[in-house]
């Protein structure tokens, strides 16, 4: 379980569980520096292992692929600070790189994760060749969802009022935090990242740490201020929008107003959409969403990349360590 430890200007050290996988390793410990890199930033309650499909497509298995765990998710270690923020979060990115050694990469963003690309492409355009945003988050948060997310933390918290958790009350926050992201709840892979993931929860978002478990899950998302076509104009990147229309939470002028905002700022954006896919289409529909993907780097890639020979064996960093998941994969 690779680990690297930063030390961050507003909240001290933190230690960050990162993997690497190349064409050729599973775990490595560098890219490969002649092959594009995709910076994988997961969304909310759920870690890295959110992108075990992208890991183990062999066609996006010809790129350098690197994922990491947010603060308070996953294995990271470290405090949350009061005042962490989007732009907390993009600084904490740049100085994974930094400690990676990555060149500029090409970034995918996945729901929270993709309000943390957008602003290390306002703050840090210089690291940034691309943003693929699946499920973006790139306008106010709508009331009605912020009431949803709100809920969800509430019942987290009420269940630890008692000196054990209680479990009905747990379930309860579970149910609603997969209604949001899933649109099928009960069964598959969504099923797995819970069996796999809810130790892990219990653990960072104890009663101990409700604060960090409100500051990254809730305030993150539905105390952020919408960005301005000023600073959109400062991107150097392209970007692909990909809208999941089986979204519960989010429809489609949603993201389609959010492409007019970067139109608007003169951004090269597109939309594309993904049918019947929840707002983590990247779990249940990765067969869908990892073309867009590939087409995607692809076109923003000036060199050639080879392509992995078919029949290769893969496997992703999560596959031994969370079988289930990787079961239902296979």
Known sequence: MPHVQLDTAVAGPIKYHYNISTPTETSAKKIVPDRPTIVFIHGVFLAQETFIAQFNDI???RFNLVAFDLRSHGSTEGIVPDEYSPRIAAQDVVLLMDALELPPCHFFGLSMGSIIALQL???HPERVLSLFLLSPLGLAEPPEVAEGRQ???DAWA????TDEPDQETL???VEGALELVSKDR???IMEAFVSSGLQQALTNWNKQHLKDFRLTTLDFIVKRKPRTSSEFAHFKAPVKLVHC???VAYNLSYSSQFLDVLKEAGVDVSLDTVPDASHFGCCEDAHLVN????DFIMVNTKTDVPAIVEGTSLSSPWNVRRRKISNFLS
């Open 59 to 61: 066609n996006l298995r």
């Open 121 to 123: 492409a306002i703050d």
């Open 151 to 153: 809920a969800i933390f």
């Open 158 to 161: 009420q269940a630890f009022e």
């Open 171 to 173: 379930q309860f926050a």
């Open 186 to 188: 009960h069964h598959g």
């Open 245 to 247: 229309l089986g979204d």
């Open 291 to 294: 073309p867009i993907l590939h």
